[in-house]
Each structure stands twice: as structure tokens, then as C-alpha cells.
């Protein structure tokens, strides 16, 4: 059902009409739709714009269409262009000339951005769920790895003993910023742009300030030309989500690194590996993969907006309409990426012997002989130097740097004594790295219980937030 035509004397032809629809994407945006035109209806009425009997049975049909659509009994046809005119033949076919009478006073360009902000903010908070629990995960798994060693790695080469659970509890931090992210978002997202109209606001005494408050939105635009047009808040969570993903590739890197035969340190559950269908003995940690190989898709999203948004007249235009698959895109991609990583992170078991072993080798203690000489007040750059001709003298010989005898650290630097053997242990390392935020392992575990209660503050926030929207939604 077309929305316009009066002036036509033409229909539009079939191409104009099959590159306009929007309905075969935008129909998710259904039920914030109905909402909204609930939201509308209850102004309409009360500034006398719509007997009261018809507003009664406009909101009678509206939820009877909300069902319907939650159902499946009411979809979007064919000759529909996108939701809105759907939506409205609906009402139509119900209650005939009053059905089309909520577009008073309301465009299609205020509509659909509020329709839009409400599926994001509600899918935001789906996502920010999602991470909180990617959180738990990771957390629980470092807890459980705390006093366990491993190289720690800069340039994917030995750099220094760190207690594993250090490194996987990193994970967390990133994914706390971006929760932290998320709610900062809301600040900006959670505004009406409902009763801007076309672009100019309306000469009909509605009240953007009462929708926008029974939507359960923060605040209302201030300026209708740029209610219509803003689309930060579809860049921003494209960024959001992007950045999410790009942690997630990381995590992807790890875990494909440390299942491999070379490292061997990560056995991934059989539920959360696949096999290959040629080699019978493959297991391999797609899940892994697919995280990291989904992070493109979400770059490219955001990409794909800013760029129809660079240099658009700042007004309503058609190419908004570019705006909602990346979106919808990013947002399912990571649905169904990040219960994946979670199970994976919650299942896969570290090799904690072979960690270990390997922690002290590629002369990862080197710091600790020359950390040892700065305690003895020897200036860094000579006793970097010092520890250098060690590591060139374990080279030389095929041995370790505990194996030096006392005679051979005396000989490269006189305030070598036998003392730095008690630091040329992991143990010994781990443990005296304990300025805030280091890798002793007292100090991982404060931080790990730390984050926790975070993360706990996070959910909290997140599921109040639910709550209020699916009560608005319902109401
Ligand atoms: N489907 C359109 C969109 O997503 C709705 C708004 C159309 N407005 C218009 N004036 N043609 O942007």
C-alpha cells in the first residue's frame, strides 16, 4: 500500500519500486513501530486530533496487529514498500479511512529513526548481556589459572614469565571498556526523534516531550532537521560492535595459537570444535576462527555507513535508508559469535605442566638478572648489557641462565653474586612483580575479583535496563 500518490498521475515504475522496498529487511522493526504509533495515538487524542472513539479503536487494532505480527499471522506483502506502509495497510484492512488517520502529524522520517533507536537500544542491551557473560567466562577461567605460569609473549617471542591467569584475564578489561561503551552510548541514543515530523515539527499541538517519555527515551531532539538526519547513534554502535568484534578476533588469534600441535597448551572441548571431512584425525578450533574471520564483516559495516553518511545533506534523505542492514548485520553476527566464545573460553582446559616448562625458557628471565643489578644501584643500560652477555654466554654453551656458574657472573659484572639465582626462578619472578596491576600472582587474583564485582555492576545496569524497556514495550 503506497503511502503517497496524489500528485502522481503514474504509478512508479516496476525498478523504482523494487530498488524503494525496504520491507524485506525493515519488517523487524515491527513492533517498535506499533509502540511508537501507540505512543503517537495517546497524543493524538489527548490534544483532540482524533475522536475518541476512533482512538479507541486505532489502539484496540494496533495490538491486535502486535500480536499478529509477534505470530505470524500479519506479514508484510509483496506491494508493501517497507514497514510503515505495511503496518498502515494493516490497519486499514481492520478499520478501513481511520486507519490511515496516525500520519497526521508524523512523518515517516521521524518515525523510522525512532524505530531505529528503539530496536538498537533494545539490541544494544541483548549484545551488552551477551559480553557481560563472555565476561563471567573469562574471569572464571583465569581464576583457575592464577598460579600457573607461562611465557608471556611480546612479538609472539619469549618476553616474560606471567601467570596465565594474567593473560587470559586481560580479555576481561578490554571487554569492561566496552561495556563501558555501551552505557555511555545510551547517553547519546536514548533520544525521541518522534514529532520532528518531515523536518520542520508540526503546526498540530502535539507533545514530542510526552511520547518521548512514554518510550521511555532519556530526552527529546532539540532541533527537528537534526532528529531526522542524526545517525551517531547507528555509527556509534557500529563501532561498538566492531570494536567488540575486534577483541573478539583476538581472543580467536590466542586460542587458534595455543590449540596448535606446536604449542599444544589448549585443549578445546569437542562441542566447541569441528573435524574436517577428508583428514578423520582433524580437530580444529573454528569457533576460534570464526571470530576472528567475523571481524571484517563488522569493520565493513561501519564503513558502509560512515560512508553513505559523509557529506550527506544534513536533512532527511533516501540514503538513510542505507543505514539499518549493517546495522541488523552487525548486531546478528555478533548474537551468534559471542555464546560461541563464551562456551568455547567456559570449556577449553590449559596444559598447565607444559606452560610451565616452557615459562623460563627463551631466556624470559633475562629482566630479573638485570632488574637484580639495578637493586645493587648498577645503572639500567649496564645492566641490561650485563644480562645480555649471560643470555650470549648460555647461547654459546646450550644451557640456561640458572645453570651459570658463580664464577661466570662474577666474571660478566662484579655485583653478580650467587643472590640472583633466588630471582632466576618463575616462582621467584612471578611473585616479585607486585606493583598494582602486575603479574603476581596475589595481584591476579585481586584483580580477577575486582573485575568481577564490575562486571556484576554491569549486569545489574543491564538487566534493570531490560526490564524498564520490555515494560514500555508491553505497556
Ligand atoms: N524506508 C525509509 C527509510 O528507511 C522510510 C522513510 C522514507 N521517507 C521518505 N520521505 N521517503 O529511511
Given at each position: 500500500?503506497?503511502?503517497?500518490?496524489?500528485?502522481?498521475?503514474?504509478?512508479?515504475?516496476?525498478?523504482v519500486f523494487?530498488?524503494?522496498?525496504?520491507?524485506?529487511?525493515d519488517?523487524?522493526?515491527?513492533?517498535?513501530?506499533?509502540?511508537?504509533?501507540?505512543?503517537?495515538?495517546?497524543?493524538?487524542?489527548?490534544?483532540?486530533?482524533?475522536?475518541?472513539?476512533?482512538?479507541?479503536?486505532?489502539?484496540?487494532?494496533?495490538?491486535?496487529?502486535?500480536?499478529?505480527?509477534?505470530?505470524?499471522?500479519?506479514?508484510?506483502?509483496?506491494?508493501?514498500?517497507?514497514?510503515?506502509?505495511?503496518?498502515?495497510?494493516?490497519?486499514?484492512?481492520?478499520?478501513?479511512?481511520?486507519?490511515?488517520?496516525?500520519?497526521?502529524?508524523?512523518?515517516?522520517?521521524?518515525?523510522?529513526?525512532?524505530?531505529?533507536?528503539?530496536?538498537?537500544?533494545?539490541?544494544?542491551?541483548?549484545i551488552?548481556?551477551?559480553?557481560?557473560?563472555?565476561?563471567?567466562?573469562?574471569?572464571?577461567?583465569?581464576?583457575?589459572?592464577?598460579?600457573?605460569?607461562?611465557?608471556?609473549?611480546?612479538?609472539?617471542?619469549?618476553?616474560?614469565?606471567?601467570?596465565?591467569?594474567?593473560?587470559?584475564?586481560?580479555?576481561?578489561?578490554?571487554?569492561?571498556?566496552?561495556?563501558?561503551?555501551?552505557?555511555?552510548?545510551?547517553?547519546?541514543?536514548?533520544?525521541?526523534?518522534?514529532?520532528?515530523?518531515?523536518?520542520?515539527?508540526?503546526?498540530?499541538?502535539?507533545?514530542?516531550?510526552?511520547?518521548?517519555?512514554?518510550?521511555?527515551?532519556?530526552?527529546?531532539?532539540?532541533?527537528?532537521?537534526?532528529a531526522?538526519?542524526?545517525?551517531?547513534?547507528?555509527?556509534?554502535?557500529?563501532?561498538?560492535?566492531?570494536?567488540?568484534?575486534?577483541?573478539?578476533?583476538?581472543?580467536?588469534?590466542?586460542?587458534?595459537?595455543?590449540?596448535s600441535?606446536?604449542?599444544?597448551?589448549?585443549?578445546?572441548?569437542?562441542?566447541?570444535?569441528?573435524?574436517?571431512?577428508?583428514?578423520?584425525?582433524?580437530?580444529?578450533?573454528?569457533?576460534?576462527?570464526?571470530?576472528?574471520?567475523?571481524?571484517?564483516?563488522?569493520?565493513?559495516?561501519?564503513?558502509?555507513?560512515?560512508?553513505?553518511?559523509?557529506?550527506?545533506?544534513?536533512?532527511?534523505?533516501?540514503?538513510?535508508q542505507?543505514?539499518?542492514?549493517?546495522?541488523?548485520?552487525?548486531?546478528?553476527?555478533?548474537?551468534?559469535?559471542?555464546?560461541?566464545?563464551?562456551?568455547?573460553?567456559a570449556?577449553?582446559?590449559?596444559?598447565?605442566?607444559?606452560?610451565?616448562?616452557?615459562?623460563?625458557?627463551?631466556?624470559?628471565?633475562?629482566?630479573?638478572?638485570?632488574?637484580?643489578?639495578?637493586?645493587?644501584?648498577?645503572?639500567?643500560?649496564?645492566?641490561?648489557?650485563?644480562?645480555?652477555?649471560?643470555?650470549?654466554?648460555?647461547?654459546a654453551?646450550?644451557?640456561?641462565?640458572?645453570?651459570?656458574?658463580?664464577?661466570?657472573?662474577?666474571?660478566?659484572?662484579?655485583?653478580?653474586?650467587?643472590?640472583?639465582?633466588?630471582?632466576?626462578?618463575?616462582?621467584?619472578?612471578?611473585?616479585?612483580?607486585?606493583?598494582?596491576?602486575?603479574?603476581?600472582?596475589?595481584?591476579?587474583?585481586?584483580?580477577?575479583?575486582?573485575?568481577?564485582?564490575?562486571?556484576?555492576q554491569?549486569?545489574?545496569?543491564?538487566?534493570?535496563?531490560?526490564?524498564?524497556?520490555?515494560?514500555?514495550?508491553?505497556?
Open positions: 500500500m503506497a503511502l503517497w500518490g496524489g500528485r502522481f498521475s503514474n504509478a512508479p515504475a516496476d525498478a523494487a530498488l524503494s522496498r525496504s520491507v524485506h529487511y519488517w523487524r522493526l515491527a513492533p517498535y513501530d506499533i509502540r511508537s504509533s501507540l505512543a503517537h495515538l495517546a497524543v493524538l487524542q489527548s490534544s483532540s486530533l482524533i475522536a475518541q472513539k476512533d482512538a479507541a479503536a486505532i489502539r484496540k487494532a494496533l495490538n491486535e496487529l502486535a500480536s499478529e505480527v509477534l505470530s505470524g499471522e500479519f506479514t508484510a506483502l509483496p506491494e508493501d514498500e517497507d514497514v510503515h506502509s505495511a503496518l498502515e495497510r494493516g490497519l486499514t484492512l481492520k478499520l478501513g479511512e481511520i486507519g490511515g488517520s496516525l500520519r497526521a502529524g508524523r512523518s515517516r522520517n521521524d518515525q523510522v529513526t525512532t524505530d531505529l533507536r528503539l530496536f538498537s537500544m533494545d539490541h544494544m542491551n541483548e551488552a548481556t551477551l559480553v557481560c557473560e563472555l565476561n563471567d567466562a573469562i574471569l572464571k577461567k583465569a581464576k583457575d589459572y592464577v598460579n600457573d605460569s607461562a611465557p608471556g609473549f611480546t612479538h609472539i617471542q619469549h618476553a616474560q614469565p606471567v601467570s596465565f591467569g594474567h593473560e587470559i584475564a586481560k580479555h576481561a578489561q578490554a571487554f569492561s571498556r566496552d561495556l563501558n561503551r555501551i552505557n555511555d552510548w545510551f547517553k547519546r541514543a536514548s533520544v525521541s526523534s518522534l514529532g520532528a515530523g518531515a523536518l520542520a515539527g508540526s503546526s498540530l499541538p502535539l507533545s514530542p516531550e510526552l511520547t518521548a517519555n512514554d518510550l521511555g527515551f532519556d530526552s527529546v531532539f532539540a532541533n527537528s532537521i537534526d531526522v538526519s542524526d545517525r551517531d547513534y547507528v555509527a556509534e554502535a557500529l563501532f561498538i560492535l566492531s570494536l567488540i568484534g575486534i577483541h573478539l578476533s583476538r581472543i580467536g588469534e590466542e586460542w587458534t595459537l595455543w590449540a600441535t606446536e604449542f599444544a597448551w589448549a585443549k578445546v572441548a569437542d562441542e566447541y570444535s569441528t573435524g574436517s571431512s577428508i583428514m578423520p584425525q582433524k580437530k580444529n578450533p573454528d569457533m576460534a576462527e570464526l571470530a576472528r574471520g567475523k571481524s571484517g564483516r563488522l569493520v565493513g559495516n561501519l564503513v558502509s555507513v560512515l560512508t553513505m553518511l559523509k557529506a550527506l545533506p544534513f536533512a532527511y534523505n533516501r540514503d538513510l542505507e543505514d539499518k542492514e549493517p546495522l541488523f548485520d552487525s548486531i546478528d553476527t555478533l548474537l551468534l559469535v559471542l555464546p560461541a566464545v563464551t562456551g568455547m573460553i570449556t577449553t582446559e590449559f596444559d598447565r605442566e607444559k606452560m610451565a616448562l616452557a615459562a623460563p625458557t627463551g631466556f624470559s628471565l633475562a629482566t630479573e638478572i638485570a632488574d637484580y643489578l639495578v637493586r645493587k644501584n648498577v645503572p639500567f643500560a649496564s645492566a641490561h648489557e650485563s644480562a645480555g652477555k649471560c643470555v650470549a654466554l648460555c647461547e654453551s646450550g644451557r640456561q641462565l640458572h645453570q651459570l656458574t658463580d664464577q661466570e657472573l662474577a666474571n660478566v659484572h662484579a655485583s653478580l653474586d650467587g643472590g640472583v639465582r633466588e630471582v632466576l626462578t618463575v616462582s621467584g619472578a612471578l611473585t616479585s612483580r607486585t606493583t598494582s596491576g602486575g603479574t603476581a600472582p596475589v595481584l591476579v587474583a585481586k584483580q580477577i575479583a575486582d573485575t568481577l564485582v564490575l562486571n556484576g554491569y549486569a545489574k545496569k543491564i538487566a534493570d535496563r531490560a526490564q524498564a524497556f520490555s515494560e514500555m514495550m508491553s505497556a
